[in-house]
């Protein structure tokens, strides 16, 4: 079971959205991708690090195998996520 560390950004985003999604956010993390993160993880291409796809949101996350260590950067809207 992987730990997880939520960033401060993160959780600041997930404050600001209606509580319906941002529940729907925390249980996916908490309840499905904690049990099993690298049947989620997707790499990301030109950067390094890897998403997470949750509804039409997308959390940017790190993940350390050998500690079993997820780390959610920031999360961010699908039409948004991939603008530079």
Do not use: C
Not at 25 to 36: C, T
């Amino acid at each position: 079971m992987a730990q997880i560390i939520w960033d401060p950004h993160a959780r600041e985003f997930l404050r600001k959205l209606p509580t319906l999604i941002s529940r729907r956010i925390f249980s996916k993390v908490d309840l499905e991708v904690r049990n099993n993160p690298q049947r989620y993880l997707e790499t990301l291409v030109g950067r390094e690090g890897y998403k997470i796809r949750v509804g039409d949101y997308r959390l940017f996350v790190d993940y350390s195998r050998q500690e079993d260590l997820l780390t959610i950067r920031t999360v961010k809207h699908r039409k948004d996520a991939y603008k530079l």
